[in-house]
């Protein structure tokens, strides 16, 4: 597998594991959930977006024409 195809499937699970906390926030907030168990959700899936805009760089480069 070349290195292209690894980064779009690792790129793949990011973006399910950032829907699926989303989704876990807003039932957590919905239902009045722990404001920590909020927070540190919210950071996993800031860092889980980092980690997502880092492959798509890798994937496309940002050409300066």
Same mark, same amino acid.
């Given at each position: 597998?070349?290195?292209? /195809?690894? +980064? *779009?499937?690792? #790129? ?7 829907? !699926? +906390? @989303? !989704? !876990?926030? &807003?039932? #957590? !907030? /919905?239902?009045?959930? @722990?404001?920590?168990? %909020?927070? *540190? +959700? &919210? *950071?996993? &899936? #800031?860092? #889980?977006? @980092?980690? %997502?805009?880092?492959?798509? /760089?890798?994937?496309?480069? @940002? %050409?300066?024409?």
């Amino acid at each position: 597998m070349k290195t292209e /195809d690894v +980064l *779009r499937v690792e #790129l793949e699970t990011f973006r399910r594991e950032h829907r !699926e +906390l @989303d !989704e !876990e926030i &807003k039932a #957590l !907030e /919905d239902s009045g959930g @722990d404001a920590f168990t %909020i927070q *540190r +959700l &919210k *950071r996993q &899936k #800031l860092a #889980l977006k @980092d980690r %997502i805009k880092a492959i798509e /760089d890798r994937i496309t480069p @940002d %050409i300066i024409a």
